[in-house]
């Protein structure tokens, strides 16, 4: 797995690629100081994951994830930060970020690379907890508007839950493919990319 690492902190960047390289599985194939220069980076080394932080001189981590995924919509960033405020979380989760976990808790960091790096999500219960409660939910839309059914709706509530498509299949007595197909003209309808922005879309219309 290659991991390029981002944080204007020199010394925490060589500490994190020490850290990192303790596991045979990752190489840290580069390190960047700056937004701009994770950019620039992630052209040129096309690593596996983006570790990012979020605040930093110049260009944020959260304007460098969104340039990135904007020429690179299957980027996978993965924002490591000592801020769990609720204006950088709601960001990273409507960009497509692949997950938000805190500095603090370091000994999750090599765990959530890993499940990043096999298509999973990582945001720590500390985040997932704090979803309901930051997003507006005043602007209330009718989704039969978009062309959603009902049992998509159903759908749609559960991945808001947090079940993978084999808890949903099973708790809606169909097959993980039918889930898959599901899932596919569900975001296709509504113009998402992935299951993350789906639960933001969920809890802020629902």
């Known amino acids: 797995m290659k991991v390029l690492v981002v944080d204007d902190d020199k ?24 937004g701009n220069d994770a950019v620039d980076l992630y052209d040129r080394l096309k690593p596996d994951i983006i570790l990012m932080d ?14 990135i995924l ?5 980027a996978k960033i993965l924002f490591l930060t000592t801020f769990a405020d609720d204006e950088y979380i709601i960001k990273a989760l409507k960009m497509g970020a692949r997950g938000y976990i805190l500095k603090q808790n370091f000994e999750s960091i ?22 309901p409660s ?22 749609i509530t559960l991945v808001a839950e947090g079940l ?6 099973a708790r809606l007595f169909l097959s993980e493919g039918t889930v898959r197909n599901y ?5 296709e309808k509504l113009n998402l990319r992935d299951r993350t922005q789906l639960a933001v879309f969920y809890y802020k219309n629902r």
Do not use: W
């Open 11 to 34: 010394l925490i960047c060589t500490a994190l690629k020490t850290i990192l390289e303790s596991d045979e599985e990752i190489a840290v194939v580069g390190m960047a100081y700056s």
């Open 54 to 67: 979020i605040r930093m001189n110049g260009m944020s981590g959260l304007e460098a994830g969104e340039a």
């Open 70 to 74: 904007k020429a690179d919509k299957n």
């Open 110 to 131: 090599i765990p959530s690379l890993k499940a990043v790096h096999i298509g999973q999500f990582v945001f720590g219960e500390d985040i997932v907890s704090k979803i």
């Open 134 to 155: 930051f997003i507006n939910n005043t602007n209330k839309v009718n989704f039969s508007n978009f062309g959603i059914s009902q049992k998509e709706l159903e759908i």
């Open 164 to 169: 993978n498509n084999k808890e949903i299949a």
């Open 183 to 187: 899932l596919s003209n569900i975001l």
